[in-house]
């Protein structure tokens, strides 16, 4: 009888982990049943570098939804995500390409625009902002720059040099 109850202890402890364990992977990996919640949005970058389908999008700083698409059309990356109903953007909204730290995950940040203008609609297009600024062009400029500063102080070195 002391066996027969221990075995059930195990059963239940083993099933309860193995739910829990399925209900950990699906919170980790963003999965989500049945409909979203929330009206699609667009926006239309010139370069989607590093973003990811389900990075997150957000509202003045906060989180607000995560990007469902990132798609080549027209030579621009289009970016389709969801925000709530009760979240409301204006047709000056502008939308950037940021990250978390120096070479953090990106996620998209989007000002509201003015409450005098008209409202998006869903399915609406939201302008980019300033282009994201691309890390590649920026190292290699560092690096041009760096060559820059060569070139102007070998030659005072050589003067240096003679007047030693």
């Keep these: 009888m002391k066996r027969k109850s221990t075995d059930m202890w195990v059963g239940i402890f083993v099933v309860v ?12 990996e963003k999965f989500q049943f049945g409909k979203r919640f929330g009206y699609p949005l667009n926006i239309y970058f010139n370069s989607a570098a590093g973003l990811a389908q389900n990075s997150q999008v957000r509202v003045a700083g906060v989180r607000v939804g995560d990007v469902e698409n990132v798609a080549l059309e027209n030579g621009k990356a289009k970016v389709t995500f969801r925000i709530p109903p009760h979240i409301i953007l204006y047709k000056d909204a502008k939308a950037y ?3 978390e730290g120096f070479l953090g995950e990106k996620y998209v940040e989007i ?3 003015t409450p005098g203008n ?3 609609e ?6 980019q ?7 590649e062009e920026f190292l290699s400029s560092v690096q041009s ?6 070139d102007v102080v070998k030659p005072l070195g050589d003067v240096l040099k003679s007047v030693d």
Excluded: H, R
Excluded at 122 to 127: F, K
Excluded at 145 to 150: H, T
């Design 145 to 150: 720059i760096g060559e820059d500063i060569k």
């Design 17 to 28: 982990g193995i739910i829990l364990l399925i209900l950990m992977t699906l919170k980790i």
């Design 97 to 99: 390409l940021k990250s």
């Design 118 to 120: 008209p409202k998006v």
């Design 122 to 127: 869903p399915n609406g297009v939201i302008e």
């Design 111 to 113: 000002t509201p625009g």
């Design 129 to 135: 902002g300033a282009p994201p600024a691309d890390l």
